[in-house]
């Protein structure tokens, strides 16, 4: 779903006006923005510090769930979604921005016993992650969560996985992190694999808000994924989901 440009005045007049219970965690995160940006080194410290926050409050709204039921509408949206494109149970599959198991304890139960690895930023949120695969009773599925500081993926096995997801992980990077993922993504996909990300998708100016939120045209990211030889392809049937992101799917070049 194409986004208007969130940073004009218009639209955040327009958007206040219609929505003034927003203004205060607005002007929280707009405050929070102000203090990281002097203290962070770089986007993935800035980040990890935001998750920190969030999920000390609630590490399923801080993965944009804002109710359990959301929660779990949205973690089952994915697996539907996957599984309907061929996921299978023999499948490896790596997450990307595995957050506290949305939609991760499902791929886990539905995977064969140890072909599920997530990977995440957050160590508070991969901390959420172990407690949903308790309450999930997952343990002996044997999932690997990583740590990690950078998309550059250097830990994980050349040409291991069958499929490779990332929800709202681009829709909160810089393009320079995008980079960094697909400079590294072929080496762990198979030669017939796949990689599904959702993104903010506009139509107009590429632009991000309070460093949290970022928003791209569609030729960007299908540019940058050809310069890595890698194939993009927009995923016309997502659009028809409840789902505010749009989502591309890659493959690799010849």
Known sequence: MASKNRR????????????????RPYLRRLTRDSWLRLKS???????????????ARSPEAAVGSHSHDRWLA??????????????QPGDRMLEIGCGN??????????????????????PDILLAATRTLTS???????????????????????AGFDVVHAHSVFSHSPVEVVEECFAHIGRVMRPDGRFDFTFNRTTGTEHQVLREDFYYRTETLVTLAARHNLVARFMDDWEELPHPQSKIRITLGS
């Open 101 to 122: 198991l949305r939609a991760g304890r499902l791929f886990i139960d539905y995977l064969d016993t140890g072909h599920y690895y997530g990977i995440d930023i957050s």
């Open 8 to 23: 004009s005045l218009v639209y955040k007049g327009s958007y206040a006006l219609r929505h003034p219970d927003k203004i």
């Open 136 to 158: 999930n009773d997952l343990g002996a599925k044997l999932p690997y969560l990583t740590l990690v500081g950078d998309l550059r993926l250097e830990h994980l096995p050349a």
């Open 41 to 55: 080194r770089d986007h993935i410290s800035y980040y990890r510090a935001v998750m920190k926050e969030d999920a």
């Open 74 to 87: 949205q973690g089952q949206m994915q697996f539907d979604y996957l599984v309907e494109h061929g996921l």
